[in-house]
C-alpha cells in the first residue's frame, strides 16, 4: 500500500477495534456500574490488585518487544527515537521503575497494599490477557503484535472514565486516582516535552508495516483477529471481578 492507503486501512481498523471496545467494555456491567457509582468497592479493589500486577508485566512485554522487533527499527530509524521515548515513560517516568509508582498510588488510595500488587497470583482472566500479548510477542509476527495493541488508544479514553468515576463516587482525589489521568494523557496525547501519544505510535508502526509489505500474519491470526481478541479479553477481566466478588 502507498501511504494513502495504509493510514486509510489502519483508521478503518481502529474504528472496528472502537466500536467493539464500546460493545464489550464501555457498555458492560462493570463499567455501568463504575460509572454510576454503585460498582461495589470490593470489585474495584479486586479489579485494581489484579490490574496493578498485570501492568508491571506488559511493561516487560513491551520492553522485550523493541528487541524481537529491532529488524523493523533498523529500517525504519525514525521510529527508534519515538519507541524509546515510550519504554522511557513507561519505565522511567515519574522515577525508576516508572509508572508502578503511579500504580502504587492508586492502589494505596483504594486500600491495596504493594505486597498484593507484586507477589499476588492474578486471576484466570488477567492470567489470559497478558499470556495473550506475550505469546503473540514471541510466537507472531510484529503486525499481529501491534494490531494487538490497537487497545492502547482505546485504554486512554477506558482511563479517562475511571479517572472520573474514582474521583466523582470514590471519594479518590486527583492525585490518589494519578494511574489513571497518567494513562489518559500517556496514551492519548503528546506529553512530556515531545513525547508521542503511544496509540498514535501504534498507529504509525502498523501504518509503516503496511507500507513496507510487512504486515504478515499466521493462519487464524488476522489483523483483525488480533485486535478485537485483545478488546475481548479487555472486557473478561472486568467481569472476572464482578464475578469473584458477587454475592
Not at 494523557?185 to 506529553?191: G, I, P, R
Amino acid at each position: 500500500m502507498n501511504s494513502v492507503e495504509a493510514k486509510a486501512f489502519v483508521d478503518e481498523f481502529y474504528k472496528k477495534v472502537a466500536a467493539r471496545w464500546r460493545e464489550r467494555v464501555t457498555n458492560c456491567a462493570f463499567m455501568e456500574k463504575l460509572r454510576g457509582g454503585t460498582l461495589p468497592r470490593a470489585a474495584l479493589r479486586l479489579f485494581f490488585k489484579n490490574w496493578g500486577a498485570y501492568t508491571i508485566e506488559i511493561n516487560t512485554v513491551e520492553a522485550a518487544s523493541y528487541h524481537k522487533h529491532i529488524h523493523f527499527f533498523r529500517k525504519h530509524r525514525d521510529l527508534m527515537a519515538p519507541m524509546a521515548q515510550k519504554l522511557a515513560d513507561e519505565l522511567v517516568h515519574p522515577k525508576p521503575p516508572g509508572h508502578v509508582h503511579v500504580v502504587l498510588e492508586t492502589a494505596r488510595a483504594l486500600g491495596i497494599s504493594e505486597d498484593e500488587i507484586f507477589l499476588s497470583p492474578m486471576l484466570a482472566e488477567f492470567r489470559a490477557k497478558i499470556d495473550f500479548k506475550r505469546s503473540i510477542l514471541w510466537e507472531g509476527t510484529l503486525a499481529e503484535f501491534y494490531a494487538a495493541g490497537a487497545t492502547e488508544e482505546q485504554t486512554g479514553y477506558w482511563s479517562a472514565d475511571f479517572f472520573k468515576a474514582l474521583t466523582r463516587h470514590y471519594g479518590l482525589s486527583a492525585e490518589e486516582a494519578i494511574y489513571f489521568s497518567t494513562h489518559e494523557e500517556a496514551d492519548l496525547k503528546e506529553h512530556a516535552d515531545g513525547v508521542m501519544g503511544h496509540g498514535s505510535f501504534r498507529r504509525l508502526v502498523l501504518q509503516r508495516l503496511l507500507e513496507d509489505r510487512m504486515a504478515e500474519v499466521r493462519p487464524g491470526y488476522s489483523l483483525e483477529y488480533c485486535g478485537l481478541t485483545a478488546v475481548d479479553l479487555h472486557g473478561v477481566i472486568l467481569q472476572a471481578a464482578l464475578n469473584a466478588t458477587a454475592s
